[in-house]
């Protein structure tokens, strides 16, 4: 038997589509279906054994098959197979076209120099594409300009808050994408204990003692602050550094969010622990205030 695609094709392609279909409706989280589930890695295996066994039965019983049929009956099954796919009946369905052979029968009798024009069918699939695309248009038309349906800056919005509703679920369940403008304070005991690991394994302590009660940096349990105090503060701190002491470089790129947010948050439960030689306060008092940030694109620059 003749096939169109061979078996070194179909078998990979028949795979590929399996393969990306589990792959898209199996939920993995991080990981490929067939790292996260090992049965999904055993269906993929067995699926594809039985593939290479389907090939090999299929092409063993067409050469049995061909072996049994007459002289006459082998040459009838070569010349059909010699049909190119352009001279197949399936083909011609597909563009109504006419073999040289026929071209007497749709010329025109336009002839300029010995140039002839043939009067061509359009092919059936490119008509078939010409209407649906004129329903589409009357469906279009009669729904959004007639029945008066919602506008493309009414469906854009309302994408728009339907991508934000989704961005927000999406931070809820993504610590590490806590920035200065969600971050919130941590007070179970288990963020505690992780802000105090991420205190002692950066050598915090080197500056701020080792009950934060200050040294060369400054006393971080009192309610006086230089940088203001609270987890956003903090937070912005650690990660951006201070403007006013160079020894207070940025950390954000060696401690991850998540874990500036328990580093504060660790901070903040310490206030008021009145460590011995504690360092003398330094700052300001601070009480719960957010500090006022201008985006980039409302700052005016004023020149002479």
């Known amino acids: 038997m003749k096939n169109l695609i061979p078996s070194y094709v179909r078998v990979p392609l028949i795979f590929a589509v399996v393969f990306a279909g589990m792959e898209f409706f199996i939920d993995s989280g991080d990981k490929p279906a067939f790292i996260k589930y090992p049965m999904v890695s055993l269906f993929l295996g067995v699926f594809l054994f039985l593939l290479v066994a389907i090939e090999i039965v299929i092409s063993a019983v067409d050469k049995v098959t061909y072996q049994l049929l007459t002289e006459e009956q082998k040459k009838q099954l070569e010349e059909a197979q010699s049909i190119s796919f352009t001279e197949s009946k399936f083909y011609k369905s597909l563009t109504r076209s006419k073999s040289i052979e026929q071209e007497a029968d749709v010329m025109l009798d336009h002839d300029y120099d010995g140039i002839k024009e043939l009067d061509n069918v359009l092919p059936p699939w490119w008509v078939y594409l010409f209407y649906g695309c004129v329903i589409f248009a009357v469906v279009y038309l009669v729904r959004f300009h007639v029945i008066g349906d919602y506008t493309q800056k009414e469906e854009y919005e309302m994408e728009m808050m339907k991508a934000e509703k989704e961005h927000e679920e999406y931070l809820k369940t993504a610590p590490d994408l806590v920035n200065v403008d969600n971050v919130e304070l941590l007070t179970d005991d288990a963020s505690i204990e992780e802000g105090k690991k991420v205190f002692e394994a950066n050598n915090c ?80 008092i601070w009480g719960e205030k957010t500090i006022e940030v201008i985006p980039t694109e409302q700052v005016e620059i004023v020149t002479d």
């Not at 020894?247 to 011995?276: F, H, R």
């Open 205 to 284: 302590f080197s500056c701020h003692g080792q009950n934060l009660q200050g040294g060369i940096g400054p006393n971080l349990v009192d309610k006086f602050w230089i940088n203001g105090g609270g987890v956003k503060n903090i937070f912005k701190l650690v990660s951006e550094g201070s403007t006013t002491n160079p020894v207070m470089a940025p950390w954000k790129e060696v401690i991850k969010p998540s874990d500036i947010q328990k580093l504060a948050s660790y901070i903040i439960s310490l206030e008021g622990s009145n460590p011995k030689e504690a360092k003398e306060a330094e700052g300001e």
